[in-house]
């Protein structure tokens, strides 16, 4: 009695799984048997929604609705020979084979023998509740829903696809005309007509549903295409139309399209009539215009600026340079024929982002390696629109831009390279004209192996010249003398004074040449470069053969610095950028005599004849003491802005404890008077600072060791938060410029640090028996914060503390001392101000 309880008790709790377990058996026969009915029912609704129906007139629409018929009963037999209603029995079975030794087999199980035994019983027992326990943990077994066998080519999907397609971009009441159709295939209701205005593409404009626009007038931008269906009785509604340019009338085709092309009138005569003027809107072409002559590197890239327009947008644009061999001076290389070469074809640059209907680019190329180059030639710009419609600008004449060499030599061989791609016929000449340059060089060529390297390039222009000269070995050749050119231009000397020397000469070429701007800016930093390295140089060889050690110049001398060097340099490039070539070749002139008779001297500090690492040293004292002075300003400037009245006072102040910042006097570079100071701004103070800690970055000693790498990676950092700060000076926002010019400051201070330790390293790896010797000579000038002194004797009030064992006590010590002068009231407000913005800053 208590076995068939237990087993009543098991197979209860499987009524839960057993059913749902049936239910997944019968959505597995459902789908199994139904998937092509489905399948078929969803594309024929697919076909339907996007008005398949309207392309099948008459007796096809109904032949293709016969064959669906046909088909639809065929998977209506499909699916009732497939389909079986699953039963309670298979249902416990798939149950059961889900579950480890099939307990709910052995539940239904009687005890076959033994029954009247009671040991036999109680182990029939045992074995019907452990069985139990197994039961009461199954769980439903899913149906298997998966046709991949029986459809492998994935029919059902492509279906379903479809259906979804139709959902999204067709229309379900389309269905309902299904039901509309009569025998013959026009619909019950009577005809009915669909209408859509598509513009292009390019317009960006939608595609308009006609049925849904009552009479009116319409715009709509030329090229629309124009889409009818008229469906019903042939003849019951006929187009007339005005706008396509076509004769004809109107007509009655049942499917009708046509473009827009002029302005008219589209009317429907019939049932559910409807007309619309149209009023085309014309393409307009679009335009192009040049902006201004084209500006030219130093190095011969050019940038042509140039805008285009269009009402919808510009799709591409190029230019076009042909050579204007009317205008070119036929003399020398330049007198016979040229060869035949193609006009140069440039695509124009176009917006990557942003709006193409009017917008301004400048075309970036570099021509200098062209024949063409710094010859006359044609130019013409030329842009496209969509609808293929093209803008011209008028053709102008112009020098092709290209690199100017300014080195003669370098000039002379430029020049037979352009006769050489002229015509291969110069060849003979250029190799007598390179011959001639090469028997008696002088200081044109200045190295054996340029000469070496142009006679070998002679010897092969013969030898080919001879045999005649085809379009790669002009090529080739046209490389090999443009590479020699580029050498004997910018050179490859080692000796900083030959370097020097071919600078001035190039300096006073460009002045006989008429150089541009940007061709005076780079050579006169050339210029700079090179008279650094010769210093540089030259101090070095006093250095290690101790001449100028412990004496003093002979007879008169005059000091000069790098800073008095720099405004030279400075006057000879602003004289030139104002036309004034007589004055600066006179300036140039006086510069080369007093380097040619230069010596430097190695005294005493104080005696101008401090190190390198000492000038720059003092340099980024100057600057630091500069920044300081500018962000004391700032300040100033932005208690002016929220308690106005008060910054009048507080600049006094600061002026009498400053000593009205006379130090900005002392500047060689970038130095300027207060009232200069003041018509620059503060934005234009801070970005000419920023370009002298530039100049002082290529001048700082130590490449190569930790110190110096250290010192360079700080200096980078204070360039970048200064240029930070000349931002938002420019766009007064000063409180942000403060912190900018707090961390250009901290900056700088790390810097001199890591170059202070650079320059002890060198000390004492070069002079190891003086290192105890000078370490007490700048013990003995420090000041009272233990900072070194000046080399004329003044106090540095922008060196780093000194470190030592005791630097935290002494700094907490100071910072005890402020605290206490900010906090006694008898002081000045404007000193308690400036105690107060060291402790904040501090």
Same mark, same amino acid.
């Given at each position: 009695?208590?076995?068939?309880?237990?087993?009543?008790?098991?197979?209860?709790?499987?009524?839960?799984?057993?059913?749902?377990?049936?239910?997944?058996?019968?959505?597995?026969?459902?789908?199994?048997?139904?998937?092509?009915?489905?399948?078929?029912?969803?594309?024929?609704?697919?076909?339907?929604?996007?008005?398949?129906?309207?392309?099948?007139?008459?007796?096809?629409?109904?032949?293709?609705?016969?064959?669906?018929?046909?088909?639809?009963?065929?998977?209506?037999?499909?699916?009732?020979?497939?389909?079986?209603?699953?039963?309670?029995?298979?249902?416990?079975?798939?149950?059961?084979?889900?579950?480890?030794?099939?307990?709910?087999?052995?539940?239904?199980?009687?005890?076959?023998?033994?029954?009247?035994?009671?040991?036999?019983?109680?182990?029939?027992?045992?074995?019907?509740?452990?069985?139990?326990?197994?039961?009461?943990?199954?769980?439903?077994?899913?149906?298997?829903?998966?046709?991949?066998?029986?459809?492998?080519?994935?029919?059902?999907?492509?279906?379903?696809?479809?259906?979804?397609?139709?959902?999204?971009?067709?229309?379900?009441?389309?269905?309902?005309?299904?039901?509309?159709?009569?025998?013959?295939?026009?619909?019950?209701?009577?005809?009915?007509?669909?209408?859509?205005?598509?513009?292009?593409?390019?317009?960006?404009?939608?595609?308009?549903?006609?049925?849904?626009?009552?009479?009116?007038?319409?715009?709509?931008?030329?090229?629309?295409?124009?889409?009818?269906?008229?469906?019903?009785?042939?003849?019951?509604?006929?187009?007339?139309?005005?706008?396509?340019?076509?004769?004809?009338?109107?007509?009655?085709?049942?499917?009708?399209?046509?473009?827009?092309?002029?302005?008219?009138?589209?009317?429907?005569?019939?049932?559910?009539?409807?007309?619309?003027?149209?009023?085309?809107?014309?393409?307009?072409?679009?335009?192009?215009?040049?902006?201004?002559?084209?500006?030219?590197?130093?190095?011969?890239?050019?940038?042509?600026?140039?805008?285009?327009?269009?009402?919808?947008?510009?799709?591409?644009?190029?230019?076009? %340079?042909?050579?204007?061999?009317?205008?070119?001076?036929?003399?020398?290389?330049?007198? %016979?024929?040229?060869?035949?070469?193609?006009?140069?074809?440039?695509?124009?640059?176009?917006?990557?982002?942003?709006?193409?209907?009017?917008?301004?680019?400048?075309?970036?190329?570099?021509?200098?390696?062209?024949?063409?180059?710094?010859?006359?030639?044609?130019?013409?710009?030329?842009?496209?629109?969509?609808?293929?419609?093209?803008?011209?600008?008028?053709?102008?004449?112009?020098?092709?831009?290209?690199?100017?060499?300014?080195?003669?030599?370098?000039?002379?061989?430029?020049?037979?390279?352009?006769?050489?791609?002229?015509?291969?016929?110069?060849?003979?000449? %250029?190799?007598?004209?390179?011959?001639?340059?090469?028997?008696?060089?002088?200081?044109?060529?200045?190295?054996?192996?340029?000469?070496?390297?142009?006679?070998?390039?002679?010897?092969?222009?013969?030898?080919?010249?001879?045999?005649?000269?085809?379009?790669?070995?002009?090529?080739?050749?046209?490389?090999?003398?443009?590479?020699?050119?580029?050498?004997?231009?910018?050179?490859?000397?080692?000796?900083?004074?030959?370097?020097?020397?071919?600078?001035?000469?190039?300096?006073?070429?460009?002045?006989?040449?008429?150089?541009?701007?940007?061709?005076?800016?780079?050579?006169?930093?050339?210029?700079?470069?090179?008279?650094?390295?010769?210093?540089?140089?030259?101090?070095?060889?006093?250095?290690?053969?101790?001449?100028?050690?412990?004496?003093?110049?002979?007879?008169?001398?005059?000091?000069? +610095?790098?800073?008095?060097?720099?405004?030279?340099?400075?006057?000879?490039?602003?004289?030139?950028?104002?036309?004034?070539?007589?004055?600066?070749?006179?300036?140039?002139?006086?510069?080369?005599?007093?380097?040619?008779?230069?010596?430097?001297?190695?005294?005493?500090?104080?005696?101008?004849?401090?190190?390198?690492?000492?000038?720059?040293?003092?340099?980024?004292?100057?600057?630091?003491?500069?920044?300081?002075?500018?962000?004391?300003?700032?300040?100033?400037?932005?208690?002016?802005?929220?308690?106005?009245? +008060?910054?009048?006072?507080?600049?006094?102040?600061?002026?009498?404890?400053?000593?009205?910042?006379?130090?900005?006097?002392?500047?060689?570079?970038?130095?300027?008077?207060?009232?200069?100071?003041?018509?620059?701004?503060?934005?234009?103070?801070?970005?000419?600072?920023?370009?002298?800690?530039?100049?002082?970055?290529?001048?700082?000693?130590?490449?190569?060791?930790?110190?110096?790498?250290?010192?360079?990676?700080?200096?980078?950092?204070?360039?970048?938060?200064?240029?930070?700060?000349?931002?938002?000076?420019?766009?007064?926002?000063?409180?942000?410029? %403060?912190?900018?010019?707090?961390?250009?400051?901290?900056?700088?201070?790390?810097?001199?640090?890591?170059?202070?330790?650079?320059?002890?390293?060198?000390?004492?790896?070069?002079?190891?028996?003086?290192? +105890?010797?000078?370490?007490?000579?700048?013990?003995?000038?420090?000041?009272?914060?233990?900072?070194?002194?000046?080399?004329?004797?003044?106090?540095?009030?922008?060196?780093?503390?000194?470190?030592?064992?005791?630097?935290?006590?002494?700094?907490?010590?100071?910072?005890?001392?402020?605290?206490?002068?900010?906090?006694?009231?008898?002081?000045?407000?404007?000193?308690?101000?400036?105690?107060?913005?060291?402790?904040?800053?501090?």
């Amino acid at each position: 009695m208590e076995t068939s309880t237990d087993k009543a008790d098991g197979l209860r709790v499987l009524r839960g799984p057993l059913r749902l377990t049936w239910a997944g058996m019968l959505a597995e026969a459902l789908v199994q048997a139904l998937w092509p009915m489905l399948a078929l029912a969803l594309a024929v609704l697919a076909a339907l929604m996007m008005g398949a129906q309207d392309g099948l007139g008459g007796n096809l629409l109904w032949a293709v609705f016969a064959v669906l018929g046909i088909a639809f009963l065929g998977t209506l037999v499909f699916a009732l020979r497939r389909f079986r209603v699953p039963s309670r029995a298979g249902a416990l079975a798939r149950l059961d084979a889900s579950l480890p030794g099939r307990p709910i087999r052995a539940l239904l199980d009687d005890q076959a023998i033994g029954a009247g035994d009671a040991a036999s019983a109680a182990v029939w027992k045992a074995h019907q509740k452990r069985m139990a326990a197994r039961a009461a943990a199954a769980k439903p077994v899913k149906g298997d829903l998966r046709v991949s066998r029986a459809d492998p080519y994935a029919l059902r999907y492509l279906a379903l696809l479809a259906f979804t397609v139709a959902l999204v971009f067709g229309s379900v009441w389309r269905l309902g005309e299904v039901t509309q159709l009569t025998p013959g295939g026009a619909l019950a209701s009577g005809p009915v007509w669909e209408g859509w205005a598509e513009p292009p593409r390019h317009t960006g404009k939608p595609t308009l549903y006609l049925n849904d626009l009552e009479a009116g007038a319409l715009s709509l931008p030329a090229g629309t295409l124009i889409t009818l269906r008229l469906y019903g009785e042939l003849g019951a509604l006929t187009v007339d139309e005005t706008v396509s340019g076509r004769a004809g009338g109107a007509t009655s085709e049942p499917a009708q399209d046509f473009t827009l092309r002029q302005s008219g009138e589209i009317s429907i005569e019939g049932p559910g009539a409807r007309a619309w003027p149209i009023t085309m809107l014309p393409d307009a072409a679009p335009q192009i215009e040049r902006l201004g002559p084209p500006e030219v590197t130093a190095l011969g890239e050019m940038s042509l600026p140039f805008a285009a327009r269009d009402d919808y947008g510009v799709e591409a644009g190029e230019a076009r %340079i042909s050579l204007d061999l009317a205008s070119v001076d036929r003399r020398y290389g330049l007198t %016979i024929d040229p060869d035949t070469r193609p006009e140069i074809v440039v695509p124009l640059p176009m917006p990557i982002t942003g709006d193409r209907r009017d917008f301004e680019e400048s075309l970036i190329e570099n021509f200098s390696k062209h024949p063409w180059a710094n010859l006359p030639v044609s130019l013409e710009l030329s842009v496209l629109d969509a609808a293929e419609q093209q803008a011209v600008t008028e053709v102008s004449q112009l020098t092709l831009p290209g690199r100017r060499f300014f080195d003669p030599a370098a000039a002379a061989v430029i020049e037979m390279r352009r006769d050489l791609l002229w015509s291969r016929a110069n060849a003979p000449r %250029i190799a007598q004209v390179l011959r001639a340059v090469t028997y008696a060089p002088g200081e044109d060529l200045r190295s054996d192996v340029t000469v070496l390297r142009l006679k070998q390039l002679i010897r092969r222009l013969e030898i080919r010249a001879r045999y005649g000269l085809d379009e790669e070995v002009q090529t080739e050749m046209a490389e090999d003398l443009w590479a020699l050119a580029i050498e004997l231009e910018e050179g490859v000397l080692a000796d900083a004074l030959a370097r020097m020397r071919r600078a001035q000469d190039r300096l006073n070429e460009a002045m006989k040449n008429g150089a541009s701007s940007a061709e005076i800016a780079e050579l006169m930093e050339e210029l700079r470069r090179a008279t650094e390295e010769y210093l540089e140089q030259l101090q070095r060889q006093q250095a290690q053969g101790g001449e100028g050690e412990g004496q003093q110049p002979q007879g008169e001398s005059m000091q000069m +610095t790098q800073d008095d060097l720099q405004r030279m340099m400075d006057r000879i490039q602003e004289l030139m950028e104002q036309g004034r070539m007589a004055e600066a070749a006179e300036a140039l002139r006086q510069l080369q005599e007093m380097m040619e008779n230069m010596r430097v001297t190695q005294g005493q500090p104080g005696e101008g004849g401090n190190s390198p690492g000492e000038q720059a040293m003092e340099g980024l004292s100057e600057t630091l003491r500069e920044q300081q002075g500018l962000s004391d300003q700032a300040f100033r400037d932005l208690q002016e802005q929220f308690n106005p009245g +008060t910054g009048a006072g507080e600049n006094e102040g600061n002026e009498g404890r400053n000593g009205g910042q006379s130090h900005e006097g002392q500047r060689g570079q970038g130095g300027q008077s207060g009232e200069e100071g003041a018509q620059e701004g503060l934005a234009g103070r801070q970005q000419a600072l920023r370009d002298e800690l530039r100049r002082q970055e290529g001048r700082l000693p130590g490449q190569g060791t930790p110190e110096g790498d250290a010192a360079r990676e700080a200096l980078e950092g204070a360039g970048e938060a200064m240029d930070r700060a000349s931002d938002a000076l420019r766009r007064d926002e000063l409180a942000e410029a %403060i912190d900018n010019q707090a961390q250009a400051m901290e900056a700088l201070r790390e810097g001199m640090r890591s170059l202070g330790d650079a320059m002890e390293q060198e000390q004492g790896e070069g002079q190891p028996g003086q290192g +105890t010797a000078e370490g007490d000579r700048r013990a003995e000038a420090r000041d009272p914060l233990g900072r070194e002194q000046g080399g004329n004797g003044a106090n540095s009030s922008d060196a780093p503390l000194a470190q030592g064992p005791d630097d935290q006590g002494r700094a907490r010590r100071l910072l005890d001392e402020i605290r206490r002068r900010s906090g006694e009231a008898e002081r000045p407000e404007v000193e308690r101000d400036y105690l107060n913005r060291l402790l904040d800053r501090f």
